[in-house]
């Protein structure tokens, strides 16, 4: 009994600093003098990473060096624009906060420990923002193994509580176990032989699974959720909704309009980052 006070402590411990630096980042961020107002909406492009690594050997479609991410993030900063969060895009949508001129925001999909090990002290170091999205079940393989491998390996829980306390990321839940094409599923999607009903409690229940995760590991609930492969239901908007989420990512691609509704904010589209292009012919593609 004394163990799971200790623990039901910490949790709500950690949900009110978590809280306390989102209140933070809307009240005292550094970019608060480049916020202009936007008037009833803003276009919003968003890049999406996935695993960042040295070796070249293995760069690829989903695979980019971090000197590449380096290179994107003082390409984007050169040019005027300014990295924003989704807490920033829920207090426009919910508070008429202001966002700036030039928005851009950063994602990385899949939770790889290389995003702890790379990512985190880019971000830091070149003062920019991202999502990281978690696959839950790869989180629990990767504590209970505690492999911590930036070839290969997943963030572990303590790595996810690690960076839920930088104000440089947030945290995005990326499903428990849909994160595959097994069974005939595509991610997250709907399967033809399932009734709507059937899909809906395969949907909730893998998603609240992901997110008693979250909660018990460490006291946090996201409240941003990216759709494994892109692949998804029209009718799980809803059931996000429900279940507290604001924000939503899918993986078409196109520059989004963020407008004061806040429904603006789901099925968010976003351009994925290969290595065989430049940083200056991969912005000038799609930004121009």
């Known amino acids: 009994m004394v163990n799971k006070l200790k623990i039901f402590a910490a949790a709500i411990f950690v949900s009110a600093l978590y809280s306390g630096i989102l209140a933070m980042l809307l009240s005292h961020s550094p970019y608060t003098s480049a916020m202009s107002s936007a008037g009833d909406s803003v276009s919003l492009p968003i890049i999406m990473y996935h695993s960042v690594l040295r070796d070249t050997d293995l760069s690829g479609k989903y695979v980019i060096t971090p000197e590449a991410l380096e290179s994107d993030i003082k390409y984007l900063r050169e040019n005027g624009y300014t990295f924003v969060s989704a807490a920033e895009l829920i207090d426009f949508t919910d508070n008429d906060g202001e966002l700036p001129d030039k928005p851009v925001m950063l994602t990385f999909d899949d939770g790889f420990y290389n995003n702890l090990g790379y990512v985190k002290p880019i971000l830091e170091k070149c003062g920019a923002k991202a999502v990281i999205s978690v696959v839950g079940s790869y989180t629990d393989e990767y504590s209970e193994s505690n492999i911590a491998n930036m070839t290969y390996g997943y963030l572990r829980w303590s790595d996810v509580y690690d960076m839920i306390l ?109 290595s065989d292009i430049s940083t200056e012919d991969f912005f000038g593609e799609i930004l121009n």
């Open 166 to 274: 930088s104000s440089r990321i947030e945290i995005g839940n990326h499903s428990y176990d849909f994160h595959s094409n097994a069974n005939g599923r595509n991610g997250s999607k709907r399967n033809k032989s399932e009734s709507l009903e059937e899909y809906k409690e395969i949907f909730y229940e893998d998603t609240k699974r992901a997110q008693d995760r979250f909660l018990t590991k460490t006291g946090f609930s996201p409240v941003i959720y990216a759709y494994p492969f892109g692949a998804y239901s029209e009718e799980t908007t809803d059931i996000l909704k429900e279940m507290g989420f604001r924000v939503s990512f899918i993986c078409s691609e196109g520059i989004n309009n963020i407008s004061r509704d806040g429904d603006s904010l789901f099925l968010l589209k976003r351009y994925n980052r290969p």
